[in-house]
Structures are given as C-alpha cells and as structure tokens.
C-alpha cells in the first residue's frame, strides 16, 4: 500500500481555492490600508511628544503637559497591536465594537453584536448577552445555538458538569436559571446588579448577592451578614472559598464553616483566582498579588486599570488601561503592553474570559 | 526553503500582491487536502485551510524569511483542524439534541482516494493528522512530534497504529 500516492491523489477543491484566494486578498488588502495609518500616527504622535518635551524644558506648566502624555502613552514600548498572547488559550472579550475571541497567535474572531460574554465551564460554548437577548454561541463561527428573549439582561453565566450545564443571569432586576440547551427558563430570586457566579466543580451550586446584600449559595447557604456596594464575586477554583469584593473590603467566605475572613481594602475594582488558587485583584492603578494574607504590588501605572483575567497557566494576568487605550500583560517581572485595543476591537471591552484550549494535546 | 519562496516571501511582505497570490497557489493544495484529510468534511476544509491563510497574512510582517514557509502554515492547519474535529465530537456541553451534525461527506472522485479518505475518517483526530503530516506533508516523526509538540514514541505509536488500520481497511 502507498499511503502517500493515495494520499496525494485525494483531490484539492477549485472552487474552494478560489474562493479563498478572494478572501485572503481581500484580508491583504486591509493589512496594507491597516498598516499604513499607524506610521503616520507614530509620527504624529513623535512629534506630539517632542513639543511636549520642549514645552516641559521652558516651563513648570510644561511639566504637566509632559505627564498629562506621559498618562495619555500609558505604557511605553507597547506593541502597536496584539500579535501574539503570551500564553497559550483564548480570550473572550466584549464591549461596543461586539464580542470577540481572542487566539494565542493574535487571531480573532468577532462573534457578534453582544455586549457581555462569559465561556461555557469547558470553553466549548460562549453564552452572550444584548440588552434584551441571551444567546449560545459557538466561539468557532460565531453561529448561534439558541437564543432568548429576555428585558434588560446582564452577566450571563454558565456553570456545571460537561454533561449537564446550567446558565444563569440577570433579567430585569430578577436572577434567573436555563438549562444549558436553552430550556426551562426560570426566575429564582432578585439580586443585585453584580454577576452571580457558579461554584466550579461537578456540581451545579450558584452564589450570588439578593437585593438585600446578603450572599447566598441558592439552595445550600446563606451570609449571616448583609454587606453594601457588592462589585463581584469570585470562587476558588477548588470551589472551598468564594471572595465577595465590595468597595471598601474584602470578604472570603467557607460556606462549609460560614466563616468569613475580612479584609479591609478599598476600591477593588477585580479580582481572580489563579488555577492554582492565587488571589490577584485591581485596586485603582495597581494590580495585587496575595501570598498568604498580605497583597503586594506586581504592577503599577499611572491611569486606572479595569478587568482582571489570569492565564490558563496561571503564569500571566492580564488587565487594561482604559486611559491609554492599552492592554497590560503582567507575567513574574515581564511586563508586555499592547495598544489601539479600541481600534481593534471597536471599543474598549472588557476581559470575560480566558481560557484553556477545551482540549489539549 | 528554496529561493524563489523567500523571494515571494520577501516582495508580499513588501506589499506585492502578485507574490502573496504565487505563495498562496504554491501552498493551498497541500494545506486544504491535508485538512480535508483530519476533518473529513469538505467545507470544515475550506475553512480551516483559509483561516491558516489568513493568519499568515496577518502574520507576514514579522515572519522571518530565513524560516520555512510550509511548515509554519502546516502547523496552524492542522492543530486548527484536530481542534476542529474534536469540537465536533464533543459537544454535549450545550445538549446532546442539538448536537448532530452529521458531517458534509468529501468530494472525493478517485476509487481507491475514496478509500482511504474513508479509511481514515476511522481513525481519531490526532491519528489522521500524524498520517497526514508523515505521508502527505512529507514530516519525519522527529518534525511531527515538534510541529504537535507530542513525544515522538507518542508519533511513531500513532503512525503504526494508524498505518495498521488503513491496512485493515484498505485489503
């Protein structure tokens, strides 16, 4: 048997080559109109700095010019777009330009016009969120499962086993519960507008913040305490802890022992755990790391960071700089910086996820 | 890598149409057949094959011309391609009724081609894609195990019993 004669004579597709060939120079095309704005904006903005400096040299008033660019650059030697994620998985992010997959090579793919987005618990699905829809889509092409209309939909969230997953989200003040193939739609209680968060593992728990600032585990366990202006909350990925950050503290609660573990730190914007369970969070323009107890500073800049995603290899984390226009990829000492996120995207999105490839080698 | 390819590469990085058009023909048979081959559905194919062209566009400016071309557009078709066809197998997160879709059956025109495409939609993803990349990209098992970044004991075990099945399928 000659596997590669045989091989060799399975035919290629005219047709197809053609068609792809149109596509491909189209995509070059593009690249070229693409690739020539930047130059002329680098140049622009050389000397946009260089004046600045001038100005800085003469005056006191300069000085503020100076930092009011420095602020506007953000990180310097950011690269002008995202080439290349600097570890393997893929991310999912959603704003005003829609919901995009991000691929570790820089490849993406814009799914649609949604605006909030979470990964299926494997990161074969994307459920997504309009303002009055939600809807299970394939991160692939984009092409929607199912759909449902729903008024004022917010934080969608898919949680549970491979073979029986559930979605919750927030329709009109209330928390409501799907089946992962869109059926059996129900209400559960009313929340608080903060995304409610499934307990990982195999098993379908769900946390989340009712309308009077407790925290509740559906079904299962209840905070003793209510607590004021909840913004999010996180499980470990071991499921034995779950974080509710509010604008002035800290709260990891056992649901096993209700005990909960205060600390006293404010405007955290976000946080995540690492897989391997280390806490990262935003507080204003630095990001956090926690060893045991005590957070130290990984990173700093001048504008507000926004949005937290670690790495599936738990060996970067990621967050934006809105100010600046800039992604920040934060990996031990490593700091890499990327810019033109709005152009790129159509906006500013938010980070919803970055996960693993659902398959590894 | 021959001359003539780094030449191409060189003038489409320099914006050369006609270049990126040469590059393409040189290289989309080889690309396309060798996904059909993994994902046995012609369509998934032509997907497959063109989103691996259009990450080379959009990767042109930084490609090192001292690199080989092939290898590097292989690479992305086929691991795009074993993705693929695990995704499709392995869909029960949304619902097991929403899920079967059988696939799009190859356009295939030669006998004993059909054959083997047959033969080899038996094996697993990552069996067809070691077949593909050993017997029609011309891979040593050394190539494969970096191109898939497996172990190369896990290439050669693969392509044996990769080989025995198509044997079987073919007497």
């Known amino acids: ?361 | 890598m021959d001359r003539r390819e780094i030449a191409l590469i060189r003038d489409a990085q320099r914006g050369s149409v006609r270049a990126l058009e040469q590059l393409f023909r040189l290289h989309w048979p080889r690309a396309y057949r060798a996904a059909l081959l993994v994902v046995d559905d012609a369509a998934a194919a032509e997907d497959i094959a063109q989103e691996s062209f259009l990450a080379a566009v959009r990767a042109l400016d930084r490609f090192d011309r001292r690199r080989p071309f092939g290898p590097w557009l292989h690479r992305i078709v086929v691991n795009r391609a074993i993705d693929w066809s695990r995704a499709r197998t392995l869909r029960r997160e949304i619902g097991d009724a929403a899920v079967s879709e059988p696939a799009a059956p190859a356009r295939e025109s030669g006998d004993r081609a059909e054959d083997i495409v047959a033969a080899l939609s038996e094996l697993g993803a990552e069996h067809r894609a070691v077949i593909v990349l050993r017997y029609l990209l011309d891979y040593t098992p050394g190539e494969i195990a970096e191109l898939l970044d497996l172990p190369r004991g896990t290439v050669n075990s693969r392509l044996r019993r990769g080989l025995d099945r198509l044997e079987e399928a073919l007497r």
């Open chain 1, 1 to 361: 048997m000659n596997v590669k004669r045989l091989l060799e004579r399975v035919p290629s597709d005219r047709e197809a080559e053609e068609r792809a060939w149109s596509v491909v120079r189209a995509a070059y095309a593009e690249r070229e109109h693409v690739h020539a704005r930047p130059r002329r904006r680098l140049m622009l903005a050389a000397v946009a700095l260089a004046v600045a400096v001038s100005a800085a040299a003469l005056s006191p008033p300069g000085r503020a010019v100076v930092n009011a660019v420095r602020r506007t650059i953000g990180i310097s030697h950011a690269a002008p777009a995202l080439f290349r994620m600097p570890a393997p998985g893929r991310l999912l992010v959603s704003g005003g330009g829609g919901t995009w997959v991000v691929a570790m090579d820089g490849s993406k793919r814009r799914l649609g016009d949604y605006t909030q987005a979470a990964w299926s618990p494997h990161g074969l699905y994307v459920i997504a969120a309009t303002s009055n829809e939600i809807a299970a889509i394939e991160p692939s092409d984009g092409s929607v499962r199912w759909s449902l209309a729903r008024p004022k939909v917010a934080f969608p969230r898919w949680g549970g086993s491979r073979t029986d997953t559930r979605i919750a989200y927030l329709s009109d003040g209330r928390l409501r519960v799907v089946a992962g193939d869109g059926t059996g739609d129900a209400a559960e209680a009313g929340t608080v507008r903060i995304a409610p968060a499934w307990r990982p593992g195999d098993r379908r728990q769900l946390a989340f913040v009712a309308s009077d600032g407790q925290v509740l585990l559906l079904g299962a366990w209840r905070s003793s305490h209510r607590y004021a202006e909840p913004r999010s909350l996180v499980w470990s990925p071991d499921g034995k802890s779950l974080l509710l950050v509010t604008a002035r503290q800290l709260i990891l609660f056992d649901p096993a022992s209700g005990h909960a573990n205060v600390l006293r730190l404010r405007d955290v914007s976000a946080a995540a755990f690492s897989r391997r369970g280390q806490l990262a969070v935003v507080r204003r323009n630095a990001l956090l790391l926690f060893d045991g107890e005590e957070p130290r500073t990984v990173f700093s800049t001048r504008g507000r960071l926004r949005g937290l995603a670690w790495s599936p290899n738990g060996r970067w984390l990621l967050t934006t700089l809105p100010s600046a226009d800039q992604w920040i990829f934060v990996g031990g000492r490593r700091v890499l910086a990327v810019s033109h996120i709005a152009r790129q995207f159509g906006g500013t999105p938010s980070l919803d996820g970055w996960v693993t490839d659902p398959y590894p080698g």
